[in-house]
């Protein structure tokens, strides 16, 4: 397999994981405090979503403007709209907050993010690799998101769970619900990109 140092390809996809990591550094760092604190995360998290959605448009239409790709132009596609699905989940989470009112983040949540935000440097260094033709190395960060993904999975039931057993508001517990089983479909994105990963290693190595 043949990479070419500069191929565009991978300054799209470097260009994704850069937003991706960016925007989930915000998400996982910004304080909510206020109702005005709330809105302006939300709005924030809308421009890294419009961002990453600028990036992967180029991605297609570059896709449809060459014969030759450095990998299959099908993975190429996939990786891109994996990763934009991790900063999608992450803007409708944002949006979920500002919607319900909800400033403060539990720990749930906090356990939620603190896992999504590692899953997204293993994605960022996968990528770097990726563009080194380090296909092998690859690996060893799918795993790890992997693993992130099954902490989700423990902190989901366990949310769920003190969820039902605690809150009395019907009204609470579906909007803390809702979050929850959000913050779970972002860890599941992050581990489809994992998946994408381990299916060009497949391929190419």
């Not at 993010?113 to 899953?119: D, G, K, L, P």
């Not at 009204?171 to 998946?195: G, R």
Request: proline share 1%; hydrophobic share 40%.
């Amino acid at each position: 397999m043949i990479f070419k140092k500069e191929d565009k390809f991978f300054d799209h996809l470097n260009n994704i994981s850069a937003n991706l990591v960016e925007s989930t550094n915000f998400f996982a760092e910004y304080k909510l405090k206020s109702e005005k604190d709330i809105k302006y995360f939300s709005e924030k998290m809308k421009e890294f979503e419009t961002k990453g959605d600028s990036f992967v448009h180029q991605v297609i239409q570059d896709l449809n403007k060459v014969f030759i790709t450095p990998i299959e132009r099908e993975d190429i596609l996939a990786l891109a709209m994996h990763m934009d699905d991790v900063l999608d989940g992450l803007e409708h989470t944002a949006a979920l907050f500002d919607m319900y009112s909800i400033y403060v983040a539990d720990d749930y949540m906090l356990k939620f993010v603190e896992a999504i935000q590692h899953s997204v440097i293993e994605i960022d260094k996968s990528v770097g690799l990726l563009s080194k033709k380090k296909l092998l190395q690859i690996r060893r960060h799918a795993i790890k998101i992997k693993d992130y993904e099954s902490k989700c999975d423990t902190v989901h039931r366990a949310s769920i769970k003190d969820l039902f057993q605690v809150e009395k508001d019907p009204i609470q517990l579906i909007k803390y619900k809702e979050i929850y089983e959000q913050l779970e479909d972002v860890a599941d994105c992050c581990e489809n990109v994992a998946n994408t990963f381990e299916a060009i290693i497949m391929k190419n190595a």
